[in-house]
């Protein structure tokens, strides 16, 4: 429905080992491996055992996700906007709640397209994400079947952000 991404930002606060490793996984989860992952800059000073760190990761699609680094001391904050072609998605509210953008034709008022919501934010079901786990867990199990994430998908979404958190603490 969003047609080929075009970018996709995400805003987060509290770590680049904390919530930074669930925007990797998050990221490799929807897009495939990341071909390259670079440092941009420090929300502050490495003064942190887990800094929040400004990340560019690009995909072989050609499209850029850029993880926002915000401070968390202000407030916490974990939102997830996807830009299409032909659409758009924000998760937003730590990912309960998600608003919907599709195109509409303005052009014959205003000479292009713009996004519309569509039809209002509603919200998501990330209030049972621990219980889908636990049945995906077990349906593996008794099915046979591989988990929809593995350890090794953890494990790749945590050595992405390690290999950040070294850049920025070797000064990179």
Same mark, same amino acid.
């Given at each position: 429905?969003?047609?080929?991404?075009?970018?996709?930002?995400?805003?987060?606060?509290?770590g680049?080992?904390?919530?930074?490793? =669930?925007?990797?996984?998050?990221?490799?989860f929807?897009?495939?491996?990341? +071909?390259?992952?670079?440092?941009?800059?420090?929300?502050?000073?490495?003064?942190?055992a887990?800094?929040t760190? +400004?990340v560019?990761?690009?995909?072989?699609?050609?499209?850029?996700?850029?993880?926002?680094?915000l401070?968390?001391?202000?407030?916490?904050?974990?939102?997830?906007?996807?830009?299409?072609?032909?659409?758009?998605?924000?998760?937003?509210?730590?990912?309960? %709640?998600?608003d919907?953008?599709?195109?509409?034709?303005?052009?014959?008022? =205003?000479?292009?397209?713009?996004?519309?919501?569509?039809?209002?934010?509603?919200?998501?079901?990330l209030?049972?994400?621990?219980?889908?786990?636990?049945?995906?867990? %077990?349906?593996?199990?008794?099915?046979?079947?591989?988990?929809?994430?593995?350890?090794?998908?953890?494990?790749?979404?945590?050595?992405?952000?390690?290999?950040v958190?070294?850049?920025?603490?070797?000064?990179?």
């Open positions: 429905k969003l047609g080929p991404i075009q970018h996709v930002n995400i805003f987060y606060t509290k680049i080992l904390n919530n930074g490793s =669930h925007a990797f996984d998050l990221l490799r929807l897009f495939e491996e990341p +071909s390259r992952v670079s440092l941009l800059s420090p929300a502050g000073e490495m003064v942190s887990d800094p760190l +400004s560019k990761v690009e995909f072989q699609a050609g499209f850029e996700a850029w993880l926002c680094a401070d968390g001391e202000a407030y916490n904050l974990f939102e997830v906007d996807i830009l299409g072609s032909r659409g758009r998605m924000l998760l937003r509210d730590q990912g309960h %709640i998600l919907q953008f599709s195109l509409e034709d303005t052009r014959e008022r =205003h000479g292009f397209q713009q996004l519309e919501p569509v039809p209002h934010s509603r919200p998501t079901d209030a049972h994400a621990v219980q889908y786990a636990v049945t995906d867990l %077990i349906d593996s199990i008794e099915n046979s079947n591989p988990p929809a994430c593995t350890l090794q998908d953890a494990r790749a979404a945590l050595d992405l952000s390690l290999k958190f070294r850049e920025a603490e070797n000064g990179s």
